[in-house]
Each structure stands twice: as structure tokens, then as C-alpha cells.
């Protein structure tokens, strides 16, 4: 399952990619405004973080599809081939997806609330479709089987089309969605360090460090060997 960093906060990105294995960022007009910074030069130092190996996925912020067509060719353009472009998953955004596709630029329906909608993206040639598991819940559906019955279409027709959960309040709905074979996640910060905060973890961490103190008056095996 590929892991992306749902942010734009510079020093949160650092921090993750230098420990976790992460394959990306993925952003959204709320998530840059979030930043205060101009679009171009907190998108710029994210891909100047991430290298071109990881991937970046920038939105399209008009809703007709020419408007999304022109801003597609221009964010490949400028932030490198390694881009994908994140279009709404409204009849306009079809269409863009469908042209898009035969340009070569790729894309990722997003704003996807119903397993049909992620269809019709995956459909129209989108790389990548992005249910938001939790606002899903908030509105009193389950985020999470509407996320494993956009997996099931992609696998039972063969499309190619990774369906690329986001929007989690917690590790445990990511969980479930690794079990069941989701191709991607795109978590925020705290979600992802929620993977491995325990506070039982870290008791058997200290104790092994402390164990070895205790017997060696040493910090590491280096020191012994
Ligand atoms: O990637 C979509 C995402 O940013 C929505 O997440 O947490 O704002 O519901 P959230």
C-alpha cells in the first residue's frame, strides 16, 4: 500500500520523509491555504523535499473542463513528470480526465463520496480515485465500505486505477483499509505518527536500552565490540 503525507506544512514533510517510508504528498486548495504561503512557492519546496522519485499531487482549482485541462498541462509543466493531478469527480472532471488521459497527464478523481463516482472516474482513465473515508462518516454514511466497494469495482472490471484513500481521523480506519488491499493512503501527520505511538512500544524500547546500560555502562554495541 503506498503511503502519501495529506499536507502542505514544510517542517511536518521534512520530518516524515527523513523517517518514514513515504511515497509522496498530496495537497488541496484547503490544504495550501492552510500554509499562508503562495501556491508556487510552498508546492516548489515540497517537490524540492520530496525529489523527483516521490510522487506530488496538486489540484486543479477550476470546474469546467477546459479550465481544468489548461491548469493540468501547466502543473505538470512546471512541477516535473512525476505530477498528478488531482481533478473533482464532477461531470466536468470526467471529461478533463478523459482528454487528459490521452495527453498522458495523470490524474486522480478526488472528492469521491459514492462507490459510482469513483467508477466513472477510474472509468474516464483516472490513475488514482481518493474516497474522504472520514467526511463520508460525518455524514452519516461508512467511509470505510464505501472505500472497500470502490476497491472491489476497480479489481472486478481490471481497472487500472489505484484507489487512493484519504481524509482519516484515525490509524484504525487505515488499518482496516491495509487489510483489505487498498492500494494507497494519504494521511495527515498525526495519523501517520499514530502508527507506531504506543506507549507500551516505547516502555520495551526504553527498557532494552536501559538493560544494556545497566549491564555494559555503554549506549551501544559498538562501544563493546
Ligand atoms: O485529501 C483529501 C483530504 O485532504 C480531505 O481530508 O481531513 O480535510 O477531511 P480532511
Known amino acids: 500500500m503506498k503511503l502519501f503525507i495529506d499536507d502542505a506544512d514544510i517542517e511536518a514533510i521534512k520530518r516524515l520523509i527523513d523517517l518514514y517510508p513515504i511515497d509522496g504528498v498530496t495537497t488541496n486548495p484547503t490544504i495550501l491555504a492552510r500554509t499562508g504561503k503562495e501556491p508556487k ?13 516521490r510522487t506530488l499531487f496538486v489540484q486543479a482549482v477550476p470546474l469546467d473542463a477546459e479550465g481544468i485541462i489548461e ?6 509543466a512546471y512541477f516535473g513528470k512525476n505530477t498528478i493531478v488531482k481533478i473533482p469527480s464532477i461531470p466536468e472532471g470526467f471529461k478533463a480526465i478523459r482528454e487528459l488521459k490521452i495527453e498522458g497527464i495523470h490524474t486522480c478523481g ?9 467508477y466513472l472516474a477510474a472509468k474516464a482513465g483516472a490513475d488514482y480515485v481518493a474516497p474522504y473515508v472520514n467526511r463520508i462518516d460525518n455524514m452519516g454514511y461508512d467511509g470505510i465500505t464505501v472505500t472497500k466497494k470502490m476497491q472491489d469495482i476497480m479489481e472486478n472490471h ?14 484504525n480506519q487505515v488499518l482496516e483499509l ?10 495527515a501527520t498525526d495519523v501517520i505518527d ?28 559498538k562501544d563493546v565490540l
Request: net charge negative; aromatic share 8%; charged share 25%.
Open 41 to 53: 512557492e510552498v508546492l516548489s519546496e515540497i517537490r524540492t523535499i520530496i525529489g523527483e522519485e
Open 71 to 76: 491548469d493540468a498541462r501547466k502543473i505538470v
Open 110 to 118: 478526488t472528492i469521491v463520496y459514492t462507490p459510482l463516482q469513483g
Open 158 to 171: 481490471g481497472y487500472d486505477c489505484t484507489v487512493l484513500a484519504a481524509s482519516f481521523r484515525n490509524s
Open 178 to 187: 491495509c487489510e483489505y488491499g487498498v492500494g494507497a493512503v494519504t494521511c
Open 194 to 221: 499514530n502508527f507506531v505511538k504506543n506507549v507500551a512500544i516505547d516502555k520495551v524500547v526504553d527498557d532494552f536500552v536501559k538493560d544494556f546500560e545497566k549491564l555494559t555502562g555503554k549506549h551501544s554495541m
